[in-house]
């Protein structure tokens, strides 16, 4: 046998190899008891790929899974790896028309959806059918000639007339699917914002997903261990928890504990009964557990935190570790990167206001606004380049790494002599909620939707719980400022996702704009911060 044929080809050829050596082990628990071994886990991944081949799904067609943590995410989405199908992960409480803007724009032909989502995704479905038929709703013009109807298959609940179980998709034998053959394949489609600020699908390969794991899995000392038990509370949607901690997970064979969502008590509860020593989560953790009696206590059996997607204050890292004992490691990434790219755990030493230095195997640099390199430690705009980058933007390709390999990320940072990165600003406009990224555009041509509203300007502002807060400024002529600010909020929480919904919403008589009419965002974030300092009321 050639020795390439030995080597994992993708994420899902990591689940057999740990069902060939270690068939017995834990591989997955729900915080509701029920567990696959790796062995279960992957008969699993095999009937769901077949189940997905007998269910008219081939190489290449998208398959969006719109479910919590919970088991059936972790085989579906490996199922469709190994059937070298093409997993679209979504937010499970994104609204009908999120939903159907993505269903849409993918031209995904499957959905599985949980009990939970089913109710939002059937709407979803409905107003991309609608959308077929005589182009009215909420899906944009441009996404329809893509869009196809959907079958929809349902985890926990009683499928409708149409749709499908996942029972049924997992129930038959399992029908082993040819080994990959080309890692430049299409893996998963990743909605973020690429450069325009509107949501768009980054496109991963199996070379993308599998180089992350395996640069993380270079670090030294290791992140996670064989031994360790590994808390899966972020979630599996996002790039952080479905590769950083999940493609971890099945690279080490570690144990991962599937938790729903963060509990400030309950997530503790968890991490006690299953003797949890890697926890990995978002910033905002932390600021949640500050006030946490006998904190350290109840932390017992871990041994180390992990924190990305979002900067954390060295305040809140020196206040938890110093009260803790527990080493906070941090990490830079992005989604486009799969996503991890730094790591303090690859800093010669920990340094406040560090997020460390580049992973093994990626190219780190820094350029200043004529392209070259910055003078000593000035600032610039971050360059990376590895295996694990993206292949651009879907669905043609746009925006992803140059001719040399690098891609700019749009993030603005300085280098120190021991190669430790800092974060100093963003070039794009992106707000990060509790880790989730948050696209003033979207917000914005949301509110413009509300009847009176003419103008609307959507900012971030810090937070102390979750990072940022999203704070929309809107001018409506002439209409009750009451009556706007309720027409505004109800509106959002009608189409937006709850982290995206505005937390404040400022209805003002004009907005400051730049001679060419755009509004100068500099200024509404000075206003904040003199909000913050208590010189506006």
């Known amino acids: 046998m050639p020795a390439d044929a030995a080597r994992p080809h993708d994420v899902a050829d990591l689940v057999a190899e740990a069902a060939a050596q270690s068939p017995d082990k834990l591989a997955v628990v729900e915080a ?31 398959v969006l899974l719109a479910s919590g943590n919970r088991l059936e995410f972790v ?12 997993a679209v992960p979504v937010n499970p409480r994104a609204t009908a028309g999120e939903l159907a803007r993505v269903i849409a724009d993918s031209g995904s032909r499957l959905v599985v959806a949980d009990a939970d989502t089913v109710p939002a995704v059937r709407e979803a479905v409905d107003l991309v059918a609608q959308a077929l038929s005589d182009g009215a709703g909420e899906v944009d013009a441009e996404l329809v000639a893509r869009a196809v109807v959907p079958r929809v298959v349902v985890i926990g609940a009683a499928p409708a007339p149409g749709e499908g179980s996942y029972d049924e998709l997992s129930a038959g034998p399992r029908r082993p699917v040819p080994p990959l053959q080309d890692p430049e394949k299409l893996a998963a489609l990743l909605y973020t914002s690429g450069t325009s600020g509107r949501p768009r699908a980054a496109m991963l390969t199996h070379r993308a997903l599998l180089a992350n794991v395996e640069q993380v899995a270079q670090v030294q000392p290791p992140m996670i261990h064989a031994d360790d038990v590994v808390l899966g509370v972020l979630p599996l ?7 950083a901690v999940l493609g971890g997970v099945l690279r080490t064979r570690a144990k991962l504990v599937l938790v729903d969502r963060f509990d400030p008590q309950g997530t503790l509860d968890l991490i006690e009964d299953q003797a949890c020593s890697v926890v990995p989560v978002a910033p905002a953790v932390f600021a949640h557990w500050q006030g946490v009696d006998q904190l350290e206590e109840r932390l ?9 997607s979002a900067p954390l204050s060295p305040e809140l890292v020196e206040g938890f570790t110093g009260r803790t004992g527990i080493p906070v490691h941090q990490g830079y990434g992005l989604t486009e990167a799969s996503p991890v790219v730094t790591s303090t755990l690859c800093s010669e030493r920990l340094q406040p206001g560090s997020v460390g230095a580049a992973l093994p195997g990626i ?45 700019s990320t749009g993030d603005v940072g300085f280098l120190d002599a021991s ?11 992106v707000v990060i909620v509790s880790g989730f990224n948050v696209y003033p555009v979207e917000v914005e041509d949301v509110i413009r939707e509300v009847a009176g509203v003419t103008e609307a300007a959507v900012i971030g502002v810090e937070d102390a719980v979750t990072g940022e807060a999203v704070v929309a400024y809107v001018r409506a002529p002439g209409a009750d400022p009451v009556a706007t600010e309720d027409a505004v909020r109800l509106h959002c929480a009608q189409r937006l996702a709850r982290f995206k919904q505005p937390s404040r ?11 060419t009419g755009k509004v100068q965002k500099g200024r509404l974030r000075g206003l904040e911060r003199r909000r913050t300092m208590g010189l506006l009321e």
């Open 32 to 62: 509701g008891g029920r567990s696959l071994t790796w062995a279960e886990l992957d008969d699993e991944v095999d009937r769901v790929a077949g189940g997905l081949g007998a269910a008219g799904i081939v190489a290449g067609y998208r």
């Open 75 to 86: 085989t579906t989405y490996l199922g469709v790896l190994r059937a070298q199908a093409v």
């Open 237 to 243: 949607f996002h790039v952080y928890g479905l590769n």
């Open 300 to 308: 017992g059996p871990v041994r180390l935190m992990l924190s990305g």
């Open 363 to 407: 190219g780190l640099r820094l350029v200043d606004e004529a392209g070259g390199a910055p003078a000593g430690e000035d600032p610039g705009e971050i360059q990376i380049s590895g295996a694990n980058l993206f292949s651009g933007y879907w669905p043609d390709g746009t925006g992803g790494p140059d001719a040399d390999g690098w891609w």
């Open 419 to 429: 190669g430790d990165l800092f974060l100093v600003d963003r070039l794009k406009d």
């Open 505 to 515: 919403v400022e209805v003002v008589d004009d907005l400051p704009l730049t001679v």
